[in-house]
Structure formats: structure tokens, C-alpha cells
């Protein structure tokens, strides 16, 4: 599925909930069912640390795709992580590279992205796009 | 507690009227900055509507009416603190700068290689980075105090640090983490007894308790003006001034000079020889109308009004299953640090937040205190006196929904 599909579906689905307290239950639950991140990737060479809360993060490029895997300590910055992983993970890197995620503003959580919240969600993006533009060079480099 | 006019006083504090979220603010980040009573606000309004100018040596009549405007709350700081004389109050931008003077031109004057600084685990980042570096440019050496499991200072251990090269201890009156009230006339008797200055931390301090630097007799104080309901960019050092006089200027500039040649410069006298450049004389004046405020109400019935506050909140806080109270010394300042089970200080915050309970946090900026007790920060509410205990029930009852968000 394209990214501006996928950004499309979860607005939809958030836009449900009338309550904020639904939307953080539902974040809550998404940041429990994050699939873990391989042991070997949760260590300070994957951190990517907020003042607030820590983020790991792990890619690595299949068939074109990135495969992405995260973690964090903060189960709410989970959540949000779970939700950049469905729209960037297995995705290429080009389309990474111009994703501008403008869902985070609509389903009503930009406040978490901003870079003086410091839970390490801003680096982390600012990370995967860094990999992605590592994968493409690397990319470029074998044609 | 019912004789404490809160009402009235949380009349004079407009930004406490407002909502958040659609709920009622609650405002539980008094340990990082308090809010502002109307008469400060207008204090600053007047200054810029009646008195504005630069201050000192101009002869007309602005200049004269704000030079003695700002030469007034000098006097009002002295008073407030009870130092000896308004040649030992400096104004600064806040403790931090005052912190940083200290250590920038105590340094330069006293502490040579092999010489010892020493601190305490518990200090805010402000009373400790400024050492550490200030040790690791002069060849000294840093040692750092510990606590107990109480978060309580562990005073003998030191005592044990003070030794013959002990050049200066540096400790906070009252810990931003822990709300630990430090026993300092006792630390501070110990070091003079063996020649050692003494510089307490004030930040979290003046606001709370009655503050007297002569009874304490310690020989540096340092303050910010926006943790005591006055505006940022304002604070205070205090000085004996036998070790001011001795100290190097901080910073050159304007108004800190006496005569200026091409081959050398004298300097002014105290206190303006650390006040370079022109001053902050809109938070001096806020300044001067927050003491008059606190004056009015009294330290001691402030003292009274939040230790009521604190002794409700941590039975109240208490009963809740699985809290974690982080800092349970036998005196401490109106805050409590915690945590719930294994939530984190992060989801625990944001949800609060969303309640519309101001709390804070994080590390408190603290780090090495953090690292120390082996925890991903702390949430922390810091109450003042305009905070009431049906604020706390609220707050009770917020926790009690993160705990059934997360649990």
C-alpha cells in the first residue's frame, strides 16, 4: 500500500473516537502490540534519546523495502512508533524520503512531534529518513 | 490552613482562572517557575509606562526616578534575606548565572590544581556542571556527597569529603527532585569550622521557607526571581562581602568599571562590579513587588500554608496502590516526586496533562541523581500557596485514571 493509502486509513480509523481518552486507549494498545525489537538492536548504537523518553530504532533494506523495527520505554511514544512504522516500514526509500506525515497533525497528536516535547519521536523520524537516504545512495551506487 | 486567605490570593494570580483542555487550570510546576500575582504585572506595566530609562549616572529626571526605583529593591532583597549590607546583593540574570559567577571567578581566585571542590548527588545540573568543569579547567578535584534511601543527605559522609584542600562546598538549600530540605546551618558550622566557604543553592528555597543569610551564616546564596512569583530573567547572588571583594569580575562592561585606560582598568565597587552592562530593570522591579507580596502574606504563613499541603498530599498519595514516592526525608519543601508501578513518568505526565494537572516529568535536571536511584526520571508535583487540597483530590484522582490507562 502507498503511504498517503495507509495515512488515509488511520485517519479514518481515529476519527472515530469523539474522546480523547479513547484515542489514547487505543494508542496505549497499539504500543503494547508494537512487535519487539530484536535484543541484539536495543542498545545504545540504536538509541535515539529524548530527554523524556528513549527510542531504539533498527532498519535494514529488503528487496528495496526498508524493514524498520522500534522500541521505546514510554509505551504512549510506542504507540505513536507503531503508527510511523505502519506508514514508513516496507516502503521505499525514495517514498520515505518525501513522506511528510501530515496524518500525526490530523489525528490530533502533532503535540508528541514537536521537538521540544523531547520523547525522541522527532529524531526518530528525522532518523528513518536518514537511513532511507543511506539505502538509496547505496542503491544508486550498485546500478 | 483555614485562616490562610487562599482564596483571595489565587484571585491575584489571573493565568489561575483559566482552562485548559475545557477543565479548570491545576498548576503543579511550581518548582520550575511560579506564576505571577497581578501586582508584579503591574509593577512592570508602571515601570514601562511611568519610569523607563537607563539607570545610573544619567542626570535627568527618568534616569534619577528608575536609578533609585532599582536601588530600592536592592534594599528590599537585603531585607529579605537579611544580608548585612546592599554591597552583598547582586542582581543576575538567576541562580544559574549567579551559580556560574561563583564558580567562574571563585575559581579563578581560590582553587588551584589538587585542590577539592565538593557537592552533593542531589544538585540541579546548575549547581553542578558549573563546578565539574570549573575542577576539570583548574586541576581540581570534584567529590560529590551521596544520600540515603529516604533521599536525605548523607551528612557525615560529607563531612568525611571536607579536608585540608577542600576549597568550597556547594549545595542546594531544598532538592527539586526530592523536596529534601537540607540541614545546611549544621553543614554550614562544620565547614567554617574548618575554614571551608559554603555556597547554598536558594532556587528551591527562598520561596518556601524564611530565608536569613546572616543566621545561617553561609557565604554565598543564590536565587531566581521567577521560582518566587516574579518575572524571568531575574535573580539574585548574595555575598559576604569580605569574599566578594576578593573575588575577579564575572563579566566586563559598562557600569562594572571605575576608569578605563588604554593599558588598564579599574573597577567599581560592590555590587556593581558584577553587574556589567545595562541591567534587567523590569524583572528588578517585578522583583521588588513579588517580595512586597510575599512580605505581605508572610514567609512563615506560607511556610505553614504549604507544609499543610504537602502533609495532605502524601497521606492522600500514599494510599494509592503501588506508588512509588521518590524522596521521603523527614523535612522537606512542598513537592512530591513519584512514580506508579512500572508506568513510565512520560505516559503517566501526558495524560495528567490532558486532565489539565500542570506536573513535571522527566530528570528534573538532575541527571546524575536519576542514574544514581536507577529510575527513567520521576513525575513531580511542586505545590505553592495558592494551590489548594481540593487541587491534590484531583490530582489523586488523575493518577488513579493513568493507572487504569496503563495497568
Redesign the interface.
Known sequence: MLISEIEEQIVSEFSAFDD??DK??MI?EMGKSLPLIDPQYKTDQFIISG???KVWLHAALKDGKVHFTADS?????KGIVSLLLRVLSEQSPDDIISASLGFVDRIGLKEHLSPTR??GLTSMIKQMKLYALVFKTKMNQKN | MSNFPVDKIRSDFPILAQQVYKRPLIYFDNAASTQKPRQVIDAIRHYYEYDNCNIHRGVHYLSVKATEAYEEVRRDVREFVNAKSTREIIFTKGATESLNLVACSFGRRYVQPGDEVITTIMEHHSNFVPWQQMCFERGAKFRVAGINAAGELDVDGLKAQVNEKTRLIALTHVSNVLGTINPIREIIAFAHAHNVPVLIDGAQGVSHLPVDVQELDCDFYCFSGHKMYAPMGIGVLYGKEALLEELPPYQMGGEMIKDVFVDHTTFNELPFKFEAGTPNVEGVMGLGAAIRYLKNIGMENIAAYEADLLKYATVKMSEIEGIRMIGTAKHKASLVSFLLGKIHPYDAGTIIDKLGIAVRTGHHCAMPLIELLQIPGTVRASFAFYNTEAEIDQLVAAILRVKKMFE
Open positions: 480523547w481518552l489514547y486507549d496505549v530527554c523524556q523518553s520505554d514510554a509505551i504512549i511514544t523531547s520523547n
